[in-house]
C-alpha cells in the first residue's frame, strides 16, 4: 500500500469491501486521465486482498489528433501492471442533436456495458458530483437530475469508488505514487458546459464559499436519498397499477397528480428512457387519463419510443419507420431478424402449424401489409380481412401495420398468432412448423 495518502487507499478498499464479491470480474472504464489512472493502481493493487479480476477497457472516440497515442498509453500502463487491456473503438453522432459531449458519453456507456463484467467502474470524483448537480440546476432539472451520480448503480451494474474523494487528494496521491497520466486538451475548452462550470463558475464560488464542492456534493447525497424514497412509492403505488410492464389507466387515475407523475417517471425509468421535463410529462399525464376511451393515442417518449394506449392500458411501443424495406426471404433459420420489426422465431410441431411437405423445397416469402389482405385460418369459418382477425384477436392498432405476413409464392399461408391457413394445416402425425413473432420492445435499463 503506497504512503502517501492512506486514508484514500482504506476508503477504496473498504468500498471494494462493500460492493464487490470474491472472484467478481470488474472492468476499468480507463481514459488514461489522472482519475483513472489512480484507480487503475488502486484496484491493481487490491486485486489480491480482495480477490478481484481485473481487466481495462479504453473507448477510442477518435475525437482528438492524439486519440491513437492515447490508446497506446493506456496499454502501455495496463502491461506494466499486468491487467487485461481492451480498446473499444466507436463512431461518435455528431448530427445527434444532443451535442458532442452527450454523444460521446452514450457511445461509451454503450461499449463499456456491452463487456461481460460482473461491473463497470468509473473514476468520477467529488468534484465531478459538484459539477453535476450544478449543471442540472442550471438545466432546470428534477429530484433524479439533482441526485447526481450514484457510487453504486446496480440497475446499469456500475461501481463508482472514488465519488467521497476530492479531486486534490487524487492528484496529491498520483504525485506521490509516482504516476503518469493524459491530459486532454478538451478539457481545457469552456466551449463545452462542464468545463465551463469547472474553470469559470466553480473557482468563482469558491472564493466566497471555499468548501463549495463538497457541500454541492453533500447536497445531491441528500437529494439521492430523497429521490430513493420517492422510487420506493412509485413501488408501492406500481403493485396496483402495473400490470405486466403496462399501466393499468383506471387505477393511475386513482393517484394525486404528484404520485401519477412519479410513478410514470420511475416507469419510463425502468426502460432507461431519457427523463422529459414537467411541462411533457404532464401532458403525457393527462393525455392518458383524459384522453377519450377510443382515442388512438401515440404521445413520443424518445426517437420511436412511443407511449400508448389499449384497452385500458398504457404500453410502451418501439416503432422505427418500415418504409423501404425489401422483400425478405426466409429459409428455414431457427430465428429471422427483422429489420426494425423485432424477430421471427420458429418452432416444429406435429399436427400443428404449417405442413412442412407443402412446401416441396420452395421458400417463403415475409411481406408487409398493403391493405385489403384475407385469411382464412379456420376451414369453418368465411375468409375474413386481416382488421377484422385483428380485432378478434386483440392485437393493437400500432402493432397490426407492423405484422410479418408469410407467403408461398402469392399466398398467404401463415400469419403470427392467428395460425395457418385452411388447407395449408399439419395433418395428424404430419410435422408442421409455427414462426412467433416477438415485437420489439423497449430494452429494460439502457445507457
Same mark, same amino acid.
Given at each position: 500500500m503506497p504512503t502517501g495518502l492512506p486514508e484514500l487507499v482504506r476508503r477504496v478498499y473498504r468500498f471494494l469491501s462493500?460492493?464487490?464479491?470474491?472472484?467478481?470480474?470488474?472492468?476499468?472504464?480507463?481514459?488514461?486521465?489522472?482519475?483513472?489512472?489512480?484507480?487503475?493502481?488502486?484496484?491493481?493493487?487490491?486485486? @489480491?486482498?480482495?480477490?478481484? *479480476?481485473?481487466?481495462?477497457?479504453? *473507448?477510442?472516440?477518435?475525437?482528438?489528433?492524439?486519440?491513437?497515442?492515447?490508446?497506446?498509453?493506456?496499454?502501455?500502463?495496463?502491461?506494466?501492471?499486468?491487467? @487485461?487491456?481492451?480498446?473499444?473503438?466507436?463512431?461518435?453522432?455528431k448530427q445527434s442533436g444532443l451535442g458532442i459531449e452527450a454523444s460521446a458519453r452514450r457511445a461509451r456507456y454503450a461499449a463499456l456495458l456491452a463487456y461481460p463484467a460482473d461491473y463497470v467502474l468509473l473514476a468520477h470524483h467529488q468534484d465531478d458530483q459538484a459539477e453535476t448537480l450544478l449543471l442540472q440546476l442550471l438545466r432546470g432539472a428534477g429530484a433524479k437530475g439533482l441526485a447526481g451520480m450514484a457510487m453504486h448503480d446496480a440497475s446499469r451494474r456500475l461501481l463508482r469508488p472514488l465519488m467521497d474523494v476530492s479531486r486534490s487528494e487524487i492528484e496529491t496521491y498520483a504525485k506521490l505514487a509516482g504516476l503518469q497520466w493524459i491530459e486532454d486538451e478538451s478539457n481545457l475548452d469552456?466551449?463545452?458546459?462542464?468545463?465551463?462550470?469547472?474553470?469559470?463558475?466553480?473557482?468563482?464560488?469558491?472564493?466566497?464559499?471555499?468548501? *463549495?464542492?463538497?457541500?454541492?456534493?453533500?447536497?445531491?447525497?441528500?437529494?439521492?436519498?430523497?429521490?430513493?424514497?420517492?422510487d420506493e412509492l412509485a413501488v408501492i403505488d406500481a403493485d396496483a397499477v402495473i400490470v405486466?410492464?403496462?399501466?393499468?389507466?383506471?387505477?393511475?387515475?386513482?393517484?394525486?397528480?404528484?404520485?401519477?407523475?412519479?410513478?410514470?417517471?420511475?416507469?419510463?425509468?425502468?426502460?432507461?428512457?431519457?427523463? @422529459?421535463?414537467? @411541462?411533457?410529462?404532464?401532458?403525457?399525464?393527462?393525455?392518458?387519463?383524459?384522453?377519450?376511451?377510443?382515442?388512438?393515442?401515440?404521445?413520443?417518449?424518445?426517437?420511436?419510443?412511443y407511449l400508448r394506449r389499449y384497452q385500458g392500458l398504457a404500453y410502451l411501443s418501439m416503432e422505427p419507420p418500415l418504409t423501404g424495406l425489401a422483400t425478405l426471404q426466409w429459409q428455414g433459420e431457427q430465428s429471422l431478424r427483422l429489420p426494425a420489426n423485432g424477430e421471427l422465431l420458429l418452432r416444429y410441431d406435429v399436427t400443428a402449424g404449417l405442413a412442412i411437405s407443402r412446401l416441396q423445397g420452395r421458400s417463403?416469402?415475409?411481406?408487409?401489409?398493403?391493405?385489403?389482405?384475407?385469411?382464412?385460418?379456420?376451414?369453418?369459418?368465411?375468409?375474413?380481412?386481416?382488421?377484422?382477425?385483428?380485432?378478434?384477436?386483440?392485437?393493437?392498432?400500432?402493432?397490426?401495420?407492423?405484422?410479418?405476413?408469410?407467403?408461398?409464392?402469392?399466398?398467404l399461408v401463415l400469419v403470427p398468432g392467428f395460425g395457418v391457413a385452411a388447407g395449408w394445416q399439419a395433418q395428424p402425425g404430419e410435422q408442421g412448423v409455427l414462426l412467433d413473432w416477438q415485437p420489439l420492445q423497449p430494452s429494460a435499463i439502457m445507457p
Open positions: 462493500l460492493h464487490t464479491q470474491p472472484g467478481q470480474r470488474l472492468l476499468l472504464a480507463f481514459s488514461g486521465g489522472l482519475d483513472s489512472r489512480v484507480l487503475l493502481q488502486l484496484l491493481a493493487e487490491a486485486r @489480491p486482498s480482495h480477490n478481484i *479480476v481485473l481487466e481495462a477497457m479504453h *473507448v477510442h472516440h477518435g475525437l482528438s489528433p492524439n486519440a491513437d497515442d492515447w490508446s497506446v498509453f493506456c496499454a502501455t500502463e495496463c502491461e506494466k501492471l499486468d491487467v @487485461p487491456f481492451h480498446c473499444a473503438r466507436v463512431d461518435v453522432e469552456t466551449r463545452y458546459d462542464r468545463n465551463f462550470c469547472r474553470h469559470e463558475i466553480i473557482p468563482l464560488l469558491e472564493q466566497r464559499y471555499p468548501a *463549495v464542492k463538497s457541500t454541492l456534493a453533500r447536497s445531491a447525497a441528500h437529494i439521492a436519498e430523497a429521490m430513493a424514497l420517492l405486466d410492464g403496462n399501466i393499468r389507466v383506471a387505477s393511475l387515475r386513482t393517484l394525486s397528480d404528484q404520485r401519477a407523475r412519479n410513478l410514470l417517471r420511475w416507469w419510463l425509468a425502468s426502460y432507461g428512457l431519457p427523463m @422529459p421535463g414537467l @411541462p411533457r410529462l404532464q401532458e403525457m399525464l393527462h393525455q392518458l387519463c383524459h384522453a377519450g376511451d377510443k382515442a388512438l393515442l401515440k404521445v413520443q417518449v424518445h426517437e420511436y419510443t417463403l416469402t415475409i411481406r408487409y401489409r398493403s391493405g385489403g389482405e384475407r385469411f382464412k385460418p379456420d376451414a369453418r369459418r368465411p375468409t375474413r380481412t386481416l382488421k377484422q382477425l385483428s380485432q378478434e384477436f386483440n392485437i393493437a392498432p400500432w402493432l397490426r401495420e407492423r405484422m410479418p405476413l408469410i407467403y408461398l409464392d402469392d399466398e
